[in-house]
């Protein structure tokens, strides 16, 4: 079998020996102070991957979060960065995820820092995760701020899956409420509506637009799916825009409800990273422009970016933040400034953090009991009007008769 391995030191050395499996041939190389990476049955298998295009390939939060872990749990362990990546590169099931670790790994064995190798995979790591690092390979407590990263990501991967989930439930109904319709236009009730067609009578105003919206439907099905999937193309590429982004991000603000989630996602997201980052060693400056980069909403990015500047020219978080109480909550603001006057910010964060990430939470419980019965009764006000408009002139038929 043919083999790649690796030395106590970290070299690659390839080869051939004869063995039954690879289990067998593991114990081989062992003998022989080798660790093994890779066999021909290995290098097959790979072959036969299918490669992604380059805009589908990603990492995903979870991807990033088990690394993290893993990461950390191997350094306390003793490993070196380079075995420590190895390893995670040949668990992870993320074909392009394998290719980056590897490409890490190769670095950090010809001696760059973690950090430094990380950076140049920025759709892998963002600029909050590679800072983090830095800072703990410089402070000599990369262990621990591992750990607030896996907490950090974990906490934010939540907070995502609880909105995201919320509104799955409502969007899986219209959608399979639109394609019925669609169905029932196109295939049932052409069928019953041209015995109305051909009656000598005056139709009701629900079956006049039933019967115009089933033949446009049939008639022009084609155009208005391509029409309804220009329009979407167009919108996602204005909202891509920096102005479009802004527009939508306006608009969403002053939503009543949507308005109150955005704030508070943004709000638990922003004092919960810049927790991380202080605890980690990153300076308040530094941090407050990290954070600014990675918030969600145009006006926090704005708002956080001119934070930084201001707390750089000697004015206190708290203070800024008084003068934008409609995206900063009165509550926030005045537990930052106690975090400041007792020198626990990192900690008052964590605290605020937490009270916005569970509120979010019980939003979401909340909005998912008020949407149900809210669908519940669109659906029944959609199956009423087919209802009344094919009844309706059934019985004008039978009065005449």
Do not use: W
């Not at 206190?316 to 995206?327: A, P, V």
Request: with cysteine; hydrophobic share 45%; net charge positive.
């Amino acid at each position: 079998m043919y083999y790649k391995a690796r030395t106590v030191k970290g070299e690659i050395k390839s080869g051939k020996l004869n063995a039954k499996d690879k289990a067998e041939l593991s114990k081989l190389l062992r003998a022989q102070g080798l660790i093994l990476v890779s066999t021909n049955e290995q290098k097959k298998g790979a072959s036969m991957e299918i490669k992604l295009p380059k805009f589908l390939r990603r990492v995903s939060a979870m991807d990033r979060m088990l690394f993290t872990r893993h990461l950390g749990i191997m350094l306390k362990a003793g490993l070196s960065f380079s075995r420590a990546i190895t390893v995670l590169s040949e668990q992870t099931g993320n074909s392009y995820f394998r290719e980056v670790l590897e490409k890490i790994q190769e670095d950090v064995q010809k001696g760059s820092q973690l950090g430094e190798a990380l950076e140049k995979h920025p759709k892998a790591f963002d600029e909050l995760f590679v800072n983090m690092i830095k800072v703990g390979e410089t402070g000599g407590n990369l262990e621990e701020v591992l750990d607030l990263l896996y907490i950090q990501i974990k906490k934010s991967n939540e907070l995502t899956s609880r909105v995201k989930g919320a509104m799955m439930y409502p969007a899986v109904i219209m959608f399979a409420m639109t394609i019925v319709g669609v169905l029932m236009m196109v295939f049932v009730l052409p069928s019953i509506l041209s015995v109305f067609r051909d009656m000598d009578m005056d139709l009701p105003l629900p079956t006049r637009l039933l019967i115009f919206v089933s033949d446009t439907i049939q008639n022009d099905g084609i155009l208005l799916l391509v029409g309804a999937i220009a329009f979407f193309s167009i919108f996602i590429s204005i909202i891509r825009t920096p102005k479009g982004k802004k527009g939508l991000d306006y608009a969403l603000l002053r939503m009543p409800t949507i308005n109150t989630i955005i704030m508070k996602i943004n709000m638990a997201r922003f004092c919960r990273t810049l927790s991380s980052m202080i605890a980690s060693g990153v300076s308040i400056v530094k941090a407050l422009e990290i954070v600014s980069r990675i918030l969600g909403n145009t006006y926090y990015k704005e708002t956080v970016a001119k934070a930084s500047a201001s707390v750089q020219k000697g004015m206190t978080l708290s203070e800024f933040f008084k003068q934008y109480g409609k995206l900063f909550h009165p509550m926030m603001v005045h537990m930052v400034e106690v975090g400041e006057e007792t020198g626990t910010l990192e900690e008052t964060l964590k605290q605020v953090a937490e009270f916005y990430e569970e509120d979010v939470e019980q939003v979401t419980e909340n909005m998912s009991s008020i949407i149900e019965p809210i669908l519940m009764l669109v659906m029944g006000a959609a199956v009423g009007i087919f209802a009344v408009s094919i009844i309706q002139p059934m019985y004008g038929i039978m009065s005449k008769m």
